[in-house]
């Protein structure tokens, strides 16, 4: 079986000796110690392990690591610029858009995939985007707050 | 549990008391006090009467005392260090409701400090005071104002503290932002400053008294998450997340069905893997792996056979719990509750109606599964993991280990969401067996699929009700049997002259427990459901209905407030659009909720458009957290309502998994407007499951006014509605 060597996460090369079969998942997690993207279910249904690969939100939990070697992934640990938290993350502080928090990343990491490509999502598209992750909190509202929020924050950002 | 007479200390604020010996603690425990904290003052609080919360799983019973260490009366403590800082001890847990939150809040609000010099030591076996668990909406009406009493008790030693330097009266001196000062001269001093080179232990003074909810400036108010910045980041470590140096992770050999039995065992190849660990301890087997990947090959070369049995499905489930009373008597009790005589009342009534609900088993498939890493150090074992019941797991893993609970620690790190579905050890244990024999710190991380099949569900039931009511809508007969899933609110809040009320315990095919609210959501499903036939069957409007037969004032207006908002008898209903209501009471909490939905016969498909919910809790702690609790409750319940149902033959789950086990989504979520009954004269109590009890009659209601079909079945609309 080929091993993959290295990944791409966070913007920089991470050494590495996996399987390619090994899950994007695990390989976050158990080694390379990124543990903010969650396990959920292990069959995609549910999101908690949503990263984003090339600025697309994916369930690291079903991706073999041999499909992403020579590809971009960003990890919720990866948002962070110079102390500053990205908009979608100011937005659910500030909406208080979690109550155990473990869904969190992986809400975070679809939001911040959906305005990637859709600067300014009806409520219709952000429900549709963010359909594949779970909070069994279900305070979905909230956090479709916060993406709307954090859609402001970005245009007065850009601005 | 009552106080002693020694502990229950009301002393009034002289002098002298500073310098007695401190009450209520030995000089052993007071020296280890402040061994562990440093110097400073320490107010304990003692442990409130034990009330039994029967139909908790676990019992919620204690085993044994934390062997001496700690007195077992103290219930929770607040220690202001030799710095200033002020820390607070409580065995309770944080799975999301935001209790070390609101607990900071009340405990800075009367100790006048701000919020964030707060810090909270949660759910640590070694470090907090023994308690039962955290379930049964018991934080806020207990651990609340235990604290809020330390808090006071503690202000009210710092000024007296003050008082002897200054040689003057405490009454003469205020305290406020974390100082105690004088205002006829000015000068101040901190908390710092008058703990320095202390070490004053001292029992909460029962009788001081407690701001009014009317006068808080922290509580009462909308702080957020403490630590929210660490979620989301994903810098917060929950139990899944924990890295021990050395260790390995951990997998167990699980039967293919309940009750199996294992016929033969063949680990060899398991052996042979490099750097595996395969553990054997009665019917107990697991490897034990440097990483996930071996681990889980290691399982997977695990040869067993099996022997399994008939068991009962779930297609014949109701049947089953009908014709299955249990042999031994449940807590929860089967004596009846008897009023009148129902047959008079039956007699009495111009409509008698009678119907069969049943309520399916459903799991908390909590986002975070089942977790534990556990490390065994000079015969000392340390777990880490997520339950409500920290000091339950201790009892569970020295009954396991059979080792005095004074050699064990469980750390609860806040965890990924419970709802009543995290008060057992199986993982602790489990990891435990494997780190022992490994030699090595083990973690083990349940999948989803063995979170469903080896954790435990919210009783499935059956519940037959009869009503009669006369022609100008009184109630005369209430005749209600719950089978299985339990007594709570299982009374009605309805004024009627003749009723007989029992819950029937019953043999149950699935292993079963706590879930929030327990039976008062399927209790508040049948009841309210059979409300509103009772009000069509004498055309009166469901609310008035309800309001002509309720007495009960605080329920009463948390109807008017949720129809208000709803606009409840003012619009038509549109073709394939319904209203419906429903409220109830339970665990102090006060709840009704209003439903619109939308039908589209055709494709047989529900949506639910709006939600209204009034709730009272007392006087609130934090209204956007509250909020956020009502918001979660209410969709969280739409599961419940219209999805989920294990389904399972001869000791398997069909459905073990998210792909077969549909619960709520975004695509679920209806527009949820929550009216605050903010009453700041009463005492608060909890909130995170009383508001789940509303939302399912509300919407079975809402479809039978859309339809006028009648769902008597939890889940009602698992495969859409038939037409």
């Known amino acids: 079986m080929p091993r993959i060597q290295k990944l791409h996460v966070n913007g920089s090369d991470r050494a590495c000796d996996l399987d390619a079969e090994t899950s994007l998942l695990s390989a976050l997690r158990d080694h390379l110690d990124l543990t903010g993207t969650k396990y959920g279910c292990g069959e995609g249904e549910c999101g908690a392990c949503t990263v984003l690969v090339n600025g697309r939100p994916t369930h690291s939990c079903v991706t073999p690591v041999g499909t992403v070697e020579a590809k971009q992934i960003t990890t919720i640990e990866g948002l962070e610029q110079n102390g500053r938290l990205h908009p979608v993350q100011e937005a659910f502080l500030e909406i208080g858009a979690m109550q155990c928090g473990y869904c969190t990343p992986g809400m975070i990491m679809a939001g911040v995939g959906l305005l990637n490509r859709k600067p300014d999502p009806t409520d219709q598209e952000i429900v549709r985007a963010m359909d594949g992750n779970l909070c069994r909190c279900c305070t979905y509202p909230r956090i479709l707050a916060a993406i709307r929020k954090a859609a402001e924050l970005q245009r007065r950002t850009v601005k | ?723």
């Open chain 2, 1 to 723: 549990m009552s106080q002693t007479p020694l502990l229950s200390e009301t002393l009034e604020p002289e002098r002298y008391e500073l310098l007695a010996e401190p009450d209520g603690l030995s000089a052993l425990t007071r020296r280890r006090f402040f061994k562990l904290l440093g110097g400073g003052i320490l107010i304990f609080s003692l442990l409130p009467e034990m009330t039994p919360e029967a139909q908790e799983s676990g019992g919620g019973r204690r085993r044994r005392g934390p062997n001496g260490a700690l007195p077992q009366e103290i219930g929770a403590w607040l220690h202001i260090g030799e710095d200033g800082a002020v820390t607070v001890y409580t065995g309770k847990t944080e799975v999301g409701q935001n209790i070390r939150t609101s607990l900071a809040q009340q405990v800075a609000e009367e100790l006048r400090v701000p919020l964030a010099s707060v810090r909270m030591v949660m759910a640590d076996t070694e470090r907090t005071p023994f308690d039962m668990g955290t379930f049964g909406s018991r934080t806020t009406p207990t651990m609340g104002p235990q604290l809020r009493k330390a808090a006071a008790s503690a202000r009210q030693l710092l000024r007296e503290l003050a008082a002897q330097q200054w040689q003057t009266a405490p009454g003469s001196l205020r305290v406020e932002a974390g100082k105690v000062l004088d205002p006829q001269n000015g000068r101040a001093l901190t908390f710092g400053q008058l703990t320095k080179g202390q070490k004053l232990a001292k029992a909460v003074r029962e009788e001081i008294p407690l701001t009014p909810a009317a006068q808080w400036t922290i509580a009462g108010k909308s702080a957020p998450k403490i630590a929210g910045r660490a979620f989301v980041t994903g810098a917060h470590k929950y139990t899944s997340d924990m890295k021990l140096p050395g260790m390995l992770y951990g997998k167990v050999l699980r039967p293919p069905a309940f009750k199996a039995k294992r016929l033969s065992l063949d680990t060899r190849q398991a052996e042979a893997m490099p750097g595996v660990t395969v553990v054997r301890d009665g019917d107990f087997v697991g490897v034990a792996a440097p990483n996930p990947q071996l681990a889980e090959r290691a399982i997977e070369a695990i040869q067993a056979e099996w022997e399994t049995s008939p068991q009962p499905s779930s297609r014949e489930l109701y049947t089953y719990l009908k014709t299955h009373p249990a042999e031994a008597q449940r807590p929860g009790g089967s004596e009846p509750e008897t009023q009148g005589a129902i047959r008079d009342g039956l007699a009495a009534a111009a409509h008698t109606l009678q119907a069969t609900y049943t309520i399916a088993y459903i799991a908390h498939a909590p986002l975070e599964p089942r977790a534990a890493v556990a490390q065994w150090e000079n015969g000392k074992l340390t777990v880490w993991t997520g339950t409500q019941r920290p000091f339950g797991v201790r009892g569970e893993l020295a009954q396991a280990f059979e080792m005095p609970e004074s050699r064990i620690r469980v750390i609860v790190p806040d965890t990924g969401s419970g709802y009543g579905g995290k008060h057992t050890g199986e993982s602790a244990i489990e990891a435990a067996r494997l780190a022992k024999a490994a030699g090595k710190p083990v973690k083990l991380v349940w999948t989803r699929e063995e979170e469903f099949t080896w954790a435990y569900f919210r009783p499935a039931g059956v519940i037959e009700v009869t009503g009669g009511v006369q022609q100008d809508g009184t109630l005369t007969a209430w005749e209600f049997h719950n089978y299985n899933s339990g007594g709570a609110a299982i009374r009605t809040p309805y004024a009627v002259p003749h009723q007989h009320i029992e819950f029937h315990p019953t043999d149950s095919p699935l292993r079963q427990g706590s879930y929030r609210a327990l039976a008062a959501t399927a209790n508040h499903f049948a009841r309210e459901s059979h409300m509103d036939d009772l009000a069509h069957a004498v055309g009166m409007d469901p609310l008035a209905f309800r309001l002509k037969n309720l007495q009960d004032e605080r329920l009463r207006a948390v109807f008017q407030a949720a129809a208000d908002r709803f606009g409840w008898g003012k619009a038509q209903p549109a073709p394939g659009q319904g209203f419906g209501i429903a409220g109830g009471l339970e665990k102090g909490g006060y709840v009704a909720t209003c439903a619109e939905v939308s039908v589209d016969s055709v494709k047989g498909a529900v949506h639910i458009k709006r939600v209204v919910t009034a709730f009272d809790c007392g006087a609130v702690v934090n209204p956007d957290h509250l909020r956020n609790q009502i918001e979660g409750a209410n969709i969280m319940g739409i599961g419940g309502a219209f999805y989920e149902g294990m389904e399972f033959e001869n000791g398997k789950l069909l459905n073990p998994r998210f792909s077969g086990y549909r619960v709520p989504r975004f695509t679920d979520i209806p527009t949820i407007e929550v009216v605050l009954v903010d009453r700041k004269d009463l005492p608060s109590v909890g909130a995170g499951e009383t508001p789940i009890v509303g939302l399912a009659p509300a919407v079975g209601n809402a479809i039978f006014a859309a339809t006028g079909t009648r769902l008597r079945s939890l889940p009602m609309i698992p495969k859409g509605l038939k037409a």
